[in-house]
C-alpha cells in the first residue's frame, strides 16, 4: 500500500500569545498569533521549543485544542508540577510573549467531517484537546455526524470546557458521557469508575457500525482503554491512538 | 505496569524533518510478522534517538539518530512512500 503524502517544509516560526485563559486550576489555553498559519486539520498537533539564555532547548508536542475554523490556534496545556516545559507554558507566558512553534503535524490523527462517522472520541485528562479540536471542527461545520464522547476525569473541577461541551451536546447528532474517577459530587449524574467495557459498550457505537475511534490521554488510560475497545470487537486499524508522556512534561 | 512508548504521530515533527513530508499516515507492512500498520500507529521510543517499532511483533522498522552534523537514518520493511515532484 502507499499513499501520496503532501509535501511541506516544516519550520520554526515565532508566534505571539494573544490571551492566555485559566480552564481548571491545573491548565490553561493559550490563543497564539501565528504569522502564515497554513492551518490545521482537527486532531493534529504542533512542536513547541522553548530556548533558555545559555541555549539549552526542551521540545514537546502539543494537541491543538482550536478548531480548524477557529480565527486562532490555540494550546490547552496542563502544567505538570515537576515538568520542564509544561509550568513555564502553564504558569509564567502571558499575552505578548512569543515562543517557537512547528506544525501542523500528524496525519495520522485527524478527523475531517468528510471522514464521515459515526465517532466515538475517548479522552483522558487533557487528552481531550485534540477530541474538542474534532468536536469544534464538527460544529463549526453544522455536521450531525453520530458523535459519542467519553470523557474521564479525576474530579469534576478538572474537567476541561466543561460549559462549552453541555453546549454543544445540545445539538444533535453528539453524546457527551462524563466518568470522574476520585470523586462523586451531589447530584453527579455520569459514572464514577474507570473507564471499562460496560461503560464502552454504554457509550456505543457498537462495533458492527464501524466508528472511527479516536483515544487521546495518558500512556496507561490509552493503553487501557485500546485494548479493552479490540477485546470487545472494535477493528484495531481503526483505533487511533495518542499517548502522551513520560516526556517530563 | 506502564508503558513506555508513544505514538509514531507522536514523532511528525522529526519523521517531516527527516523525510520533507508528514509521513505518518503512510502504511508500513512489517517484513517479521505480516502487519500492516500506519507508521502514527508504530510504537515510538524515545533515547539517545528514536526507534519506531512495528505494533504487532515489535521488531525495528526505522532508526533515527540526529548527530551535531548529520541525520542517520536505519529503514527496515516494506514501505512505500510517494512524494509529490516539483
Redo the contacts between chains.
Sequence with gaps: ??????????VWTVATVAEVVDETAHAVTIAFDVPDWPGHVAGQ?V?VRLTAPDGYQA?R?YSIASGPEDGRLALTVERIADGEVSPYLAGVLEAGDEIEL??P?????SWRVEDGGPLLLVAGGSGLAPLMSMLRHRHARASEVDARLLVSARTLGELLYHRELEQLADGPGLAVHRTLTRERPDGWDGWDRRVDPAMLQAVGPAPEERPRVFVCGP??FV?HVAETLVELGHDP?AV?????G??GG | MEATWLDGNGMAGLLTEVFGADITAVVRSCGSCGTAAPIGAHRAYRGAGVVLRCPGCEDVAIRIAQLPDRTVLEVRGAWVVELPRG
Excluded at chain 1, 240 to 244: I, L, N, Y
Design positions: 500500500m502507499s499513499a501520496l503524502v503532501a509535501r511541506r517544509a516544516l498537533h512542536d521540545e508536542s512547528r506544525g503535524i500528524g496525519a495520522h490523527f500512556t496507561g493503553e486499524g487511533h491512538a495518542e499517548r502522551f513520560p516526556t
